[in-house]
């Protein structure tokens, strides 16, 4: 980081440390293209968009020198099946049925990727129609299936990234995945796992973006407090089922071109369509800017269980344990891992504070690299976030009636460490 930056970023992290985001209206639905590379800076994304919680799009020069931008997509701009046969042919893959609803979503089966391509084809040739319905490749885990494959490298904007940073370090899961689809394919009404922020970045083809602003979605929900599965529905008219559908704004739409990259914010429901047969990498990401707004969304989905079940409180002995179990099978996490997400962050930055950069920060896609790519600085800023959202955790009643003697070590430390940790840093 040049001195110039660092002032600049100093700057940043000091007027934005106890800012905090909120739903806002974009002026006549207006999203900001960034054209250039060379003129767009980390502190650029960190001010104007990650906190203030605004999308935006990066033009086709952001991932021109992708080998998946080379290598997967023919001289006409179409997916080179060819190609993605040899790498991928073997390969099982996660595929979803557009044409059907269930459970407010789309029923996935597991394919060869031969298999798939070939239906692919097949499609296209019978005038984008088949008795299978239209098939859609999903939230494929590529990167952690093919390692070694030149696909993509992670854009600096995106990569302050807790939720991949975590989840490769227990190496349970992660939030990087592969779509593929024909023209037609789609993905329904929905807010980001966790209300994370998103990354898309269309290696070939073109996507039609539907974007509500965090907070309309309240106006789009039935009398039932259910959202719907396609926000174009006609049935959204019913004020009888839909009473306040009137008083939402109307979405902020995006026409993502071939090589671009959409930055959806926070907490932000969407709807996406394919316009062409296309191919996108797409990133799931939690850092500090946002790391709050997962803490909020945790409450709520815990809340929202203990209503369903509450009358089941009395006779069950470890009801609040049994309302965490729940929780954690809805959304993939509950607040004793969400814990040891927020030690896993916090811990990586003590160390580079404590230690500073060793060799290891010179290797690609490491917390380190990451750390040592934005600054200390940037490493203070996500330890203060932490701060504030673990003191919430420790005080939460919820969080206390839980077993926490497994806990290494105790959040009382743990938070005793990272102000101490802050307070050096600051000095």
């Avoid at 007027?15 to 974009?26: K, R, V």
């Avoid at 896609?365 to 600054?375: D, E, Q, Y």
Wanted: include cysteine; hydrophobic fraction near 35%.
């Amino acid at each position: 980081m040049d001195r110039a930056t660092f002032a600049c970023s100093t700057a940043f992290y000091r007027d934005y440390n106890s800012s905090s985001q909120g739903a806002f209206c974009l002026p006549g639905g207006h999203v900001d293209f960034i054209e250039k590379v060379d003129s767009f800076t980390y502190s650029d994304f960190f001010r104007d968009y990650l906190i203030p919680n605004h999308p935006c799009i990066f033009s086709a020069k952001f991932t021109e020198d992708w080998g998946s931008r080379r290598n997967w997509v023919t001289w006409d701009g179409k997916p080179d099946f060819d190609h993605l046969l040899q790498k991928f042919g073997e390969a099982v893959v996660p595929v979803a049925n557009c044409d059907v609803k269930e459970y407010n979503s789309n029923p996935k089966e597991k394919l060869p990727f031969k298999e798939y391509i070939k239906y692919w084809k097949e499609y296209i040739k019978n005038g984008y129609r088949s008795s299978r319905g239209c098939l859609y490749l999903k939230d494929w885990h590529l990167s952690r299936a093919f390692p070694e494959q030149d696909v993509y490298t992670t854009p600096v904007y995106f990569s302050s990234d807790w939720l991949n940073e975590y989840w490769d370090a227990v190496a349970v899961d992660d939030y990087r995945f592969v779509y593929m689809g024909p023209k037609g394919s789609w993905t329904p009404f929905h807010a980001d796992v966790f209300r994370s922020y998103s990354w898309s970045a269309n290696i070939c083809g073109r996507k039609k973006w539907l974007l509500y602003p965090a907070g309309q979605e309240e106006y789009l929900k039935d009398r039932h407090g259910n959202l719907p599965f396609d926000v174009t529905s006609p049935n959204l008219q019913d004020r009888s089922v839909y009473p306040r559908y009137n008083q939402s704004q109307p979405p902020v739409e995006i026409v993502q071109e071939a090589g671009e990259i959409v930055f959806i914010p926070s907490g932000w429901h969407h709807q996406v369509y394919n316009l062409e047969d296309t191919i996108s990498i797409n990133h799931n990401w939690v850092n500090g800017c946002n790391v709050a707004i997962m803490w909020c969304f945790l409450q709520d989905e815990l809340a929202a269980v203990q209503r369903e079940i509450n009358e089941w409180k009395d006779p069950i002995d470890d009801w609040h344990l049994q309302c965490q179990l729940i929780m954690k099978s809805c959304t993939g996490i509950d607040y004793k891992e969400f814990y040891n997400f927020l030690k896993i962050i916090a811990e990586n930055r003590i160390s580079v504070l404590e230690k500073g950069l060793d060799d290891e920060a010179s290797a690609k896609n490491t917390p380190k690299a990451a750390i040592s790519t934005l600054g200390m600085l940037h490493a203070v800023f996500d330890l203060k976030r932490t701060v504030k959202v673990l003191t919430s955790l420790s005080a939460n009643e919820d969080f206390k009636k839980l077993d926490l003697t497994s806990l290494s070590p105790p959040p009382e430390v743990l938070l005793h460490h990272l102000k101490a940790a802050i307070d050096t840093a600051l000095l």
